[in-house]
């Protein structure tokens, strides 16, 4: 099974026409459709053919799209990472970096709130399938390229010989991951918005523990 790659297209912004708009549909249907499967009989038991036919198309079309079908669960999507990355390259001049990462990972949030059935069905998933970590695995490095390649763009330096875009990118991506999996773990009412703020408020004070935590530390 091949890694999932993303390619983020800044040379062109333009509306989508109509091949491309039908393209995007058929993406994004074979992603439902390869979800509910997988929710309803499990990974292991849905095959590409299954989620081709369910979603009346071939199978040889299924693989215009996606390489295996934990990639059509899981793995990245191009026209979100064109979005975060022309996002970020948009925030502006002179913002610190981490500010850019906390507006992206707010607008990122806001999504999530909106599919908030579908990211916790996928979660479960890869939280209780072993074949869909490498996919998940290969989709967060994706997630963190772009990030890093963004932060290394504004700060006019080499992404892979200078290591803070990587290292802050590290940080925005990991806290905007722990902040998903407590807020779907959590109460319901909570606002992930919120907790993605309050966790950059964290990383910008230099994670100092809660008060609570350094109750039960303390000697």
């Known amino acids: 099974m091949t890694s999932p790659t993303v390619t ?17 549909e058929t993406r994004h249907r074979l992603r439902a459709v390869a979800l509910r499967l997988a929710t309803e009989r ?23 799209y996606f390489s295996s079908k934990e990639e059509a669960l899981i793995g990245p999507d191009p026209a979100s990472a064109a979005e975060l990355a022309h996002a970020l390259a948009d925030r502006p001049a002179g913002e610190p970096p981490l500010e850019s990462l906390r507006a992206l990972m707010l607008m990122r949030a806001a999504v999530i709130e909106e599919r908030v059935d579908d990211v916790r069905a996928r979660m479960h998933l890869v ?34 010989a200078d290591p803070y875009p990587a290292l802050l990118s590290a940080v925005a991506s990991t806290a905007m991951r722990a902040t998903i999996v407590s807020w779907l773990a959590g109460p319901a009412g909570r606002s992930i918005t919120d907790l993605i703020d309050a966790a ?12 609570a935590t350094q109750r039960r530390i303390r000697p």
């Open 8 to 24: 983020a297209d800044l040379s062109v912004d333009h509306e989508p026409g109509l091949r491309e708009r039908k393209k995007l």
């Open 42 to 64: 499990g990974v292991e038991h849905v095959t590409v053919e299954d989620i081709a036919a369910e979603a009346d198309v071939s199978t040889r079309t299924f693989f215009n």
């Open 127 to 160: 939280k209780t399938c072993a074949a869909l970590q490498p996919v998940y695995l290969a989709t967060a490095a994706a997630f963190d390229r772009i990030l890093t390649e963004g932060i290394a763009a504004r700060l006019g330096t080499d992404p892979d």
């Open 200 to 211: 950059f408020d964290q990383i910008g004070a230099g994670l100092p523990a809660p008060a």
